[in-house]
């Protein structure tokens, strides 16, 4: 449908008049010609007709049916699309003539200047003037407003003919009249703008009725043109009228200029819904991963939570390696996860900012802040159960290792406890001798000797027992029982002491022969064996060390008690001094022995074994101490290797941290270059990672050798893995800064200069080159750059540049807004201004306009989404392309 709604644009009276009088310039004679007369009257009443019909009428003689004014009238109102003053319902001459003149008047409003044209002639029924007023019609409303590199009206319409059709073989139009007598010219305009429904090589010269009636036919089957001339008329005059032929043809110009508007439109909207389009699939794609990630977050948090405690050290080692095995497998690709989440959200919302739609807001719960506060957890969560499972570890060893050494001296106090409470109990000294009482009495003062010596015993089984419920070992119930058995034993034997003690006391008086070398001999050997005892209990206990330092106090102490055994030799050999001087007085005296020493059952003989073995344990003490000697300095040299390799990885990740701040702000060459140059560091970056995992390495061997300290260096491991994963995510983020930089100049057509400019810029006030200023800074940037801000202006502008309120501007934030304020971008405006072309200029448009002007898969977009139209000229089926428009920018109205 052609829109004459331009016409209304009038130009100068002075421009329109002077062409006006050049186009009325023509020989009304040749009006008179029958051929050409015919051809006129063919086709401007078939150009009436064209327009007419919109307002549901048709005239069949152009001189007869515009006498009374009426259809003359409506044929202004619908071209023009103005209303006229109300015309006149009467019959008589004068009404006509009345209703003739407002439309001449009309006319003449439009700047044209009517020459010899009166409204007494039109309603005479004088054809050639009638003729000539429609052609001034035409002229001014079809043709006038025809504009082609400068040229406008007949030559601007010449001049797109020949743009048009110069492609063609054998079409040359030079003119309005010869030019198209063979019907090619009319088959390549239709054929240039339509392919499809002209075969342009089938088509002859030698046949211009054939050639004329096809344009004509598919014209008006698919063009909605009005056929306006016979081809026989045509081809049989020697010159074919050329107002006849420019009328014809500027419907063509008009209905192919209306496609070309549409074609435009439709381009606009699919550009917009493409934009919109990848827009929503970069928020599902973001929901997803960004819900996967806290659902894994989710799992992993109640797993390094657990505090559940195993009862023994493998057991605890399985779960250090579970958890070894989650900090190098399982975890990277979700630290990988968190970064490209990070990396596509500032992507996703500079593209919104780019193609002036509103920020992305995730739902609720899986915004950048709670993603990074959820990890935070974890991190938190993951510190604390690595520290736990090595301190329960650390607990578990002890655990085994006062276990053992409880249940060593156990058994010792109970090997030495059998038989001791059936002794006391006897009633011997009822039917002893003198002698014999003495002797059972010294004997009872040698066994609470012995008794006392065994106390420390005793109270040592009761503090490990104790420290044992204290680090809640999980056999603690028989630990405790075997402890309460052996304290009831201690304190029956302390009474039974008691007793028999009193009990040979009382008898002692009647005691008075006594064996003083027996004596002596059983109070010397009572604690020297105890001494033996002992010793071999200490040789046998088990230790446990971390360093150099404690094996060699072990070592120390060991040789201290070696230094000792030449005196202990030498009380060994007093004591069996003293029963050989027994033996050599019972020998002088003639004396018989009936058994051993009365005092005590400690034999020369069990001295003697004891003291060979004990003798026998000081070599394999010296073994076992070197050993774990051995195996401190192996630890220690661990600990250099580990040290070595992570003061230089340290030292690595730092100086690249530092160096990758001085290239985010110092960086030169294009844009291009700059990521080219950005992702050739990642990669320098990233070999670097087999020194990485070589320190993972060293790490695991520590932690099997259980180092758990390290004074060689003051990195640890997860320093280090923290300060690593920081390094990755910092040039990441760098480079996709890059690229969103390279996406605003490529959409806001920013130069390389003006990109320069603004990075100058942002640099010179960016006064402790972090990448980011604080408001004052930025808002001397902004006077810098020829802004004059007052408080409400720069106010707006912090609520662009920072939306979160944090208090700091980041270059790629600068940039966005000056791009915003310096280029142009698609408005919610100019996409409803396409909707209504598409729409034939109403309020609404409908399913199948939009399937026949998009594609069809932006067709159907639009279709799913677009509101029913609920306006008052409404049709079935019309759908409300205006809210859908406002809704695309996130505008509530217009």
């Known amino acids: 449908m052609v829109d004459y709604h331009a016409a209304n644009n009038q130009p100068s009276a002075g421009g329109v008049q002077t062409y006006m009088e050049q186009e009325n310039d023509w020989d009304r004679d040749l009006l008179l010609d029958p051929a050409w007369e015919k051809q006129q009257r063919k086709t401007f009443t078939a150009w009436c007709n064209s327009h007419l019909r919109k307002a549901g009428t048709q005239i069949e003689n152009i001189e007869e049916d515009f006498r009374d004014g009426l259809k003359l009238m409506l044929l202004l109102e619908v071209i023009s699309g103005e ?124 046949d211009p009725v054939h050639n004329l009636n096809n344009a004509f036919e598919v014209a008006e089957k698919h063009l909605d043109i009005p056929k306006m001339l016979d081809a026989e008329d045509i081809v049989n005059t020697a010159r074919p009228d050329e107002k006849a032929i420019m009328t014809y043809v500027s419907s063509f110009y008009h209905a192919f200029s209306g496609a070309q508007k549409a074609e435009t439109a439709a381009n606009r909207i699919c550009k917009v819904l493409a934009v919109n389009q990848e827009n929503e699939q970069m928020m599902e794609d973001y929901e997803k991963l960004a ?28 779960k250090q390696e579970d958890f070894r095995d989650y900090r190098c497998v399982h975890k990277p690709p979700k630290v990988q996860e968190k970064c490209q989440l990070e990396i596509s959200f500032n992507t996703l919302q500079t593209k919104l900012r780019l193609s002036n739609r509103p920020a992305f807001m995730p739902s609720e719960g899986r915004m950048v802040s709670d993603i990074n506060g959820a990890w935070h957890t974890l991190e ?69 000797s012995d008794l006392a010596a065994h106390q420390d015993r005793v109270e040592q089984i009761a503090a490990i027992a104790q420290e044992l419920n204290e680090l809640d070992y999980y056999d603690s119930a028989s630990v405790n029982a075997c402890c309460q058995k052996i304290c009831d034993q201690w304190d029956v034997l302390g009474a039974l002491t008691q007793s028999r003690k009193e009990s040979l006391e009382r008898t002692e008086k009647q005691l008075e ?109 010296d073994a076992a101490l070197q050993e774990e000697l051995n195996k401190q300095n192996s630890n220690d040299s661990l600990r250099a290797t580990f040290a070595t390799q ?35 560091y990642q990669k320098n970056i990233m070999s670097y990672m087999p020194e990485i995992n070589k320190l993972e390495g060293y790490h695991q061997l520590i932690q099997e050798a259980l180092i758990f300290d390290n004074q060689y260096t003051a ?35 920013i130069s390389q200069e003006q990109l320069y400019e603004y990075r100058a810029s942002f640099n010179h006030f960016d006064k402790k ?91 159907e977009y639009c279709i799913a989404r677009m509101a029913p139209y609920t306006g008052p000229d409404g049709a079935p089926g019309a759908l409300d392309y205006m809210s859908f428009s406002t809704a695309l920018y996130g505008e509530s109205d217009l």
């Not at 059936?422 to 609470?448: C, G, I, N, P, W």
């Not at 930025?778 to 802004?787: D, K, M, Q």
């Open 83 to 206: 209303r006229l003053a109300k015309p006149e319902r009467g019959k008589m001459r004068v009404h006509k003539i009345n209703n003739v003149n407002k439309a001449l008047d009309f006319i003449a409003s439009k700047g044209v200047k009517l020459v010899s044209i009166g409204a007494e002639e039109i309603v005479d029924g004088n054809a050639k003037m009638t003729l000539g007023m429609i052609w001034t019609i035409i002229l001014r409303f079809a043709i006038q407003d025809i504009s082609v590199e400068e040229t406008s009206a007949k030559e601007g319409l010449l001049l797109w003919c020949q743009r048009k059709t110069a492609p063609y073989k054998n079409v040359n139009v030079q003119n309005f009249h010869i030019s198209w007598k063979d019907g090619l010219a009319f088959n390549a305009l239709i054929h240039r703008h339509r392919p499809d429904l002209i075969d342009y090589d089938s088509l002859r010269k030698d």
């Open 291 to 318: 819900s996967e990630l806290l659902e894994w977050i989710r799992r992993t948090i109640p797993w390094l939570e657990n505090r559940t405690q195993e009862k023994t050290v493998n057991e605890m080692q399985a």
């Open 380 to 448: 938190g969560a993951e510190k604390g159960y690595e520290e736990w499972i090595l301190s329960e570890i650390r607990r578990l060893e002890r655990l085994e290792h006062l276990a053992e050494k409880f249940h060593q001296k156990a058994a010792i106090h109970q090997s030495w406890t059998d038989g001791k409470e059936a002794m006391l109990t006897q009633k011997d000294y009822e039917t002893s001798t003198l002698s014999e009482v003495k002797a059972l009495l010294r004997k009872h003062e040698a066994f609470e």
């Open 513 to 621: 022969s006594i064996d003083e070398l027996y004596l002596e001999y059983a109070k010397r050997a009572a604690p020297f064996n105890n001494w033996m005892e002992g010793a071999m209990e200490d040789l046998q206990d088990m230790f446990i060390v971390h360093n150099i330092e404690e094996i060699q106090g072990l070592i120390t102490a060991h040789e201290q008690f070696k230094s000792t055994l030449s005196e202990a030799n030498k009380e060994r050999e007093a004591i069996q001094a003293i029963q050989a001087e027994v033996q050599k007085i019972a020998q002088s005296n003639g004396i018989k022995l009936s058994g051993g020493n009365p005092y005590t059952t400690i034999t020369p003989e069990s001295i003697d074994s004891k003291w060979e073995k004990a003798m026998a344990m000081v070599p394999q003490r």
């Open 646 to 680: 992570a003061n230089t990885v340290g030292a690595y990740i730092q100086a690249k941290m530092e160096e990758i701040g001085r290239i985010s702000i110092e960086m030169n060459g294009t844009l291009e270059d700059q990521l080219t140059s950005l992702k050739d």
């Open 715 to 749: 990195y640890t491991m997860e320093h280090l893995r923290v300060g690593w994963e920081q390094l990755l995510t910092t040039i990441a983020r760098t480079i996709n800064e890059v690229e969103n930089q390279i996406l605003t100049r490529d959409a806001k057509g």
């Open 769 to 859: 080159r972090s990448g980011q200023m604080v408001s004052d800074d930025f808002r001397a940037l902004l006077i810098s750059t020829g802004n004059s801000l007052g408080d409400g202006e720069f106010a707006r502008i912090m609520g662009i540049v920072d939306p979160n309120g944090s208090g700091a501007v980041t270059f790629q934030a600068f940039i966005d807004f000056m791009s915003r304020e310096t280029t142009d971008t698609d408005t919610a405006d100019q996409v409803i201004a396409s909707f209504k072309i598409l729409a034939g200029d109403k309020n609404f448009i409908t399913a199948e306009e939009l399937r026949r002007e998009l594609p069809p898969d932006q067709a």
